[in-house]
């Protein structure tokens, strides 16, 4: 006889994703965020903007996005406004441009709702050509919701602070294109893990497993699981190999030779590292908000973007 066991949640770090797509209360004032660096996405932020008012929400422009395509028919605020007075944002580019907000948003009571006018579109996934049938319909209240963890990490050098900075992503120490092997040395909650000798090591969140750990050769973790990914890059023993840590591990990497050796967080912000410095890493108390229309499925979003779903032909078979 075979019994239906529930499963317990009973580690608060790991809560199970939420399902609820029963209607909530409408949003009431939507903050627009594009990648402004694409050519024409004025055009179709336009179309969003309208699309949004016609729905009865009030729509506002993030400031960089509104002056850089000169659409100021709307009210412009900073992200940090945004923070403080919109009630969701949702953002037209791609992973890079959720990214970038996401960041700025963390800890804010604002989930973010990506469409993809990008490449690959992990997070981005509503697509263009259906998000005149599907925000309407978010926005009003009809939506799955998950909350993503962060990374919070320090470059500490001669016992002082000199930068900080949150990842979405990851967090990347590594070499120049023209220098040698960087040398690490690796510890996690203060115990000696190894020294490496690499092109660098990618921590990332189970978000990031899917970016740069995953060309690294990492694993895929699941979102809503909340550990850390150590990711080696290029080592140069073959018995250096990805570990998954536990969510609220500490791991601390020192550089201890290279030359022309940086950090930098998400691909967007960096910082230039010398010799005995020492990048700390660890999950951050901030979290964001995801939003994703009904009927919203992890494993087909791999499928669809990993061609998980494709078999070689004649054509392309070896």
Request: charge should be negative.
């Amino acid at each position: 006889m075979l019994t239906m066991v529930t499963p317990v949640w009973s580690n608060p770090a790991m809560s199970a994703p939420s399902k609820t797509s029963a209607a909530r209360p409408p949003f009431k004032t939507v903050a627009l965020v594009g990648r402004y660096s694409t050519a024409g996405i004025e055009g179709p932020l336009e179309e969003l903007a309208s699309c949004i008012s016609r729905n009865g929400q009030d729509v506002v422009f993030e400031r960089e996005t509104a002056m850089a395509t000169g659409l100021t028919g709307y009210p412009v605020l900073t992200p940090d406004e945004i923070g403080q007075q919109a009630d969701v944002a949702v953002v037209l580019g791609g992973d890079g441009t959720l990214l970038g907000l996401a960041r700025q948003l963390a800890g804010r009571d604002v989930p973010v709702i990506g469409v993809n006018h990008g490449r690959l579109g992990f997070m981005t996934d509503i697509p263009l050509e259906d998000v005149t049938t599907t925000l309407p319909e978010m926005l009003t209240g009809h939506y799955e919701q998950e909350s993503r963890m962060l990374l919070e990490s320090s470059v500490i050098r001669d016992d002082s602070v000199i930068f900080s900075a949150l990842a979405f992503n990851d967090v990347v120490v590594n070499r120049s294109g023209i220098s040698g092997m960087v040398e690490l040395a690796v510890s996690v909650d203060g115990y000696f893990m190894y020294n490496q000798r690499s092109d660098g090591l990618i921590v990332s969140t189970p978000t990031g497993s899917t970016a740069y750990a995953l060309a690294a050769g990492g694993p895929i973790l699941h979102p809503t699981l909340s550990g850390l990914v150590l990711v080696p890059i290029a080592p140069h023993a073959l018995s250096n190999r990805p570990i998954v840590l536990p969510h609220d591990a500490e791991v601390t990497i020192e550089v201890a030779s290279a030359r022309d050796v940086s950090v930098n967080f998400d691909m967007q912000s960096l910082a230039s590292l010398l010799p005995g410095d020492r990048i700390v890493v660890r999950r951050s108390a901030k979290t964001v908000r995801l939003l994703h229309p009904v009927g919203y499925n992890y494993y087909a979003t791999l499928r669809k973007k990993l061609h998980w779903h494709e078999y070689p032909t004649e054509d392309n078979r070896l």
